[in-house]
């Protein structure tokens, strides 16, 4: 397979066009990536352009690729959305990478109740930025010619209006309807995961009240890092993703 890399910004390169790749993705494509002329490459904007073609000049500060086919994929409909929870350590941005990598559309950053890590202020615009590379990374690992959208944090309030509009579903261990076994209805799914000590009885009342439906993954209770990313595999499935 060829090696993907991204443009910064929207393009209308043509067949026969050239396409430059600068700054860090030039770097990574050169001294990480190791391209060379001749190898056959695809750049993506990120916004359903595909484009294929060969390496015509390779270095660090520069690599032009000459196109040899366009392609324009169309965003997914309905779309995933992953709401995640922020949680300590490392653990929401492993959800983040991985729900990327299988096919969520847009990543929300939830500030919940029991959320031990805290974005405020300026924490708040960073580690927006941090989890926007996060998905950058791991869409060009896996491909995508769409790159999800990292919004803004959220409140708990947000989501209640939010789910009088699409379809919200929580992931609750206590919940008797399994996800396996809802169908489609065309909405939006927007998947609403807990922090470590999962979401509160407060917040389910209120988001359930406001129409979102709570629903249990499997079994066995996930990790924050694992929930989203495996909802997101068995969505896909009954969307006819995959």
Same mark, same amino acid.
């Given at each position: 397979?060829?090696?993907?890399?991204?443009?910064?910004?929207?393009?209308?390169?043509?067949?026969?066009?050239?396409?430059?790749?600068?700054?860090?993705?030039?770097?990574?494509?050169?001294?990480?990536?190791?391209?060379?002329?001749?190898?056959?490459?695809?750049?993506?904007?990120?916004?359903?352009?595909?484009?294929?073609?060969?390496?015509?000049?390779?270095?660090?500060?520069?690599?032009?690729?000459?196109?040899?086919?366009?392609?324009?994929?169309?965003?997914?409909?309905?779309?995933?959305?992953?709401?995640?929870?922020?949680?300590?350590?490392?653990?929401?941005?492993?959800?983040?990478?991985?729900?990327?990598?299988?096919?969520?559309?847009?990543?929300?950053?939830?500030?919940?109740?029991?959320?031990?890590?805290?974005?405020?202020?300026?924490?708040?615009?960073?580690?927006?930025?941090?989890?926007?590379?996060?998905? &950058?990374? %791991?869409?060009?690992? $896996?491909? +995508?010619?769409?790159?999800? =959208?990292? @919004?803004?944090?959220? /409140? !708990? #309030?947000?989501?209640?209006?939010?789910?009088?509009?699409?379809?919200?579903?929580?992931?609750?261990?206590?919940?008797?309807?399994?996800?396996?076994?809802?169908?489609?209805?065309?909405?939006?799914?927007?998947?609403?995961?807990?922090?470590?000590?999962?979401?509160?009885?407060?917040?389910?009342? &209120?988001? %359930?009240?406001?129409? $979102?439906? +709570?629903?249990?993954?499997? =079994?066995? @209770?996930?990790?924050? /890092? !694992? #929930?989203?990313?495996?909802?997101?595999?068995?969505?896909?499935?009954?969307?006819?993703?995959?």
């Amino acid at each position: 397979m060829a090696l993907h890399f991204l443009v910064e910004s929207s393009t209308d390169a043509a067949v026969g066009d050239v396409v430059s790749l600068t700054g860090a993705e030039a770097k990574h494509a050169a001294v990480v990536r190791r391209l060379r002329v001749g190898e056959a490459v695809t750049v993506g904007d990120g916004a359903g352009v595909w484009l294929s073609g060969v390496a015509e000049a390779v270095s660090p500060t520069l690599v032009e690729v000459r196109i040899e086919e366009r392609i324009e994929h169309p965003a997914s409909t309905p779309r995933i959305v992953l709401v995640q929870a922020l949680a300590k350590g490392d653990r929401d941005e492993l959800a983040v990478q991985a729900a990327c990598e299988l096919g969520v559309d847009e990543i929300v950053p939830w500030q919940a109740a029991r959320s031990v890590s805290r974005w405020e202020g300026p924490k708040a615009v960073k580690g927006r930025e941090r989890w926007a590379t996060i998905v &950058r990374e %791991a869409a060009k690992q $896996a491909h +995508r010619a769409w790159v999800p =959208d990292v @919004v803004a944090p959220v /409140s !708990t #309030a947000q989501l209640v209006t939010r789910a009088s509009v699409d379809r919200v579903l929580l992931l609750d261990p206590t919940a008797s309807v399994r996800l396996s076994e809802l169908e489609p209805d065309g909405r939006d799914i927007v998947l609403v995961v807990g922090p470590e000590g999962g979401i509160s009885d407060e917040e389910l009342a &209120r988001l %359930a009240d406001a129409g $979102a439906e +709570r629903v249990l993954l499997g =079994d066995t @209770v996930l990790r924050t /890092s !694992t #929930a989203g990313p495996a909802a997101i595999a068995l969505l896909s499935v009954a969307l006819g993703r995959w």
